[in-house]
């Protein structure tokens, strides 16, 4: 959530950041929102001290046993006016916050202007794009041949990109996360939470997801909880109306967590395979930040999550995203996409494209200010800190990486050298 004062004084900057997003917000909305509420502030304060001040009038003329019925009426004639303008404010105000709610965070000066994900700009590519003497398969063909993935299953049992994996493939998810969470945990110092699956609407609404992600979440009527699209929700609103002493910072903490999703907008588009189910696991990366070490910061965390593609041997790009293709409440974010040799490619000719598996961000104090988490500096100062997370990665697209940067000729699928030890296996076979 943006501040309402840095608003108001940056209000040419602030419609030319929407514009830079590509967002529709309602700006004059919001302005005209805020001249209100403290139109009708000024005018309740100024209510409120006259009658404080009759009140001492009428103390020091009864004290002085003089006549206070003209001071009693007009306090009694306040009451009813300072009525009417508290209603109005209790009107308002809920109003004014749900449009700061809604209002994206300002990107970061170092990010691209652009307008769609064509404007994005790559980074860097590691790893070598594999060379086949065949055509290769998608994750899809290849896991149900193997027998490890069976979406048919899945789909009686829940509907459609609701998977069920077998043999080997529980294996191999579970084996990725084990090696995730290691990594993390013993190589790049992230201290490894367990964290409810369901949170509250306070807990949404910190990081970002409410009111803006409605309908993309999956909600349990009945009690008032939604089911986390991702561990950035519940570990980042650990620290939530939290002073973290400045000697803390950088946090870090890593999480294994199912999430859930509706996908609302996807209409079809890339729901194959494993890439975007309801439901799916992931390893997510989470840091609490000194503002000014916030870009330092982001710049390590990517670090971290590229690690485990690069021990996996899996072929992948760093990409920055520019200002129209970034999500609501970054700052700065680099997008990591690995190269997916059996998909069709995005022209429709022939085999092979790149695919997003981690989106790594800070968010500023965009998220902080949402959910009160400030840092107390050795002078006493205590000011909002920086949020950042990202994926430590995706586990099914991981899985579906696997299978199709290490498959054979005869349809097994190799084990890289760093799962070996999780799997005690060399390959993927049919059963």
Not at 265 to 294: C, M, W
Request: a neutral charge; aromatic letters at 6%; glycine letters at 6%.
């Amino acid at each position: 959530m943006l501040d309402m004062k840095w608003i108001r004084e940056n209000t040419d900057a602030l419609r030319q950041m929407l514009a830079n997003r590509r967002s529709k917000f309602d700006i004059e909305g919001l302005l005209a929102l805020d001249i209100e509420r403290r139109k009708i502030l000024s005018e309740l304060e100024g209510l409120q001290a006259t009658r404080n001040k009759s009140a001492e009038d009428i103390g020091k003329l009864k004290a002085q046993k003089q006549d206070a019925a003209a001071k009693i009426k007009e306090v009694e004639g306040l009451k009813g006016q300072i009525k009417e303008l508290e209603a109005k404010l209790a009107e308002t105000e809920p109003k004014l916050q749900l449009q700061l709610l809604s209002l994206p965070n300002s990107p970061d000066a170092s990010v691209p202007v652009g307008q769609s994900a064509a404007d994005n700009k790559v980074v860097r590519e590691v790893g070598k794009v594999p060379a086949f003497a065949f055509t290769p398969k998608t994750h899809a063909e290849l896991g149900e041949a193997l027998g490890i993935l069976d979406f048919k299953a899945g789909a009686k049992l829940s509907g459609a990109r609701f998977p069920v994996l077998r043999g080997q493939g529980p294996a191999l998810e579970r084996a990725l996360i084990s090696f995730m969470l290691d990594v993390h945990t013993q190589e790049h110092g992230y201290q490894e939470v367990m964290t409810p699956y369901l949170v509250t609407p306070q807990s949404m609404q910190g990081t970002g997801q409410l009111p803006k992600f409605e309908e993309e979440l999956f909600k349990c009527e009945r009690d008032s909880l939604y089911l986390i699209p991702t561990a950035e929700v519940p570990v980042t609103n650990l620290h939530r109306d939290d002073v973290l002493d400045e000697k803390e910072l950088p946090k870090k903490y890593v999480c294994y967590t199912a999430c859930f999703r509706r996908e609302a907008g996807s209409y079809g588009k890339d729901t194959a395979g494993l890439i975007r189910n309801h439901q799916f696991n992931k390893v997510e990366l989470v840091q609490f930040a000194k503002p000014e070490e916030s870009l330092e910061t982001l710049e390590l965390l990517t670090a971290s999550a590229e690690k485990i593609l690069y021990k996996l041997r899996i072929p992948y790009r760093v990409v920055l995203l520019c200002t129209g293709d970034m999500g609501f409440a970054s700052a700065k974010t680099y997008d990591l996409e690995v190269w997916m040799p059996g998909d069709p490619a995005e022209d429709g000719k022939g085999r092979g494209r790149w695919r997003e598996i981690s989106s790594c961000s800070t968010f500023s104090d965009f998220q902080a200010r949402r959910m009160n988490i400030k840092v107390k500096r050795a002078d006493g100062k205590k000011d909002l800190l920086h949020t950042l997370n990202g994926s430590g990665v995706a586990i099914g697209r991981t899985f579906a990486a696997i299978l199709e940067n290490y498959q054979q000729a005869d349809g097994s699928v190799l084990i890289p050298d760093a799962l070996k030890p999780y799997l005690k296996a060399d390959k993927i076979v049919k059963a």
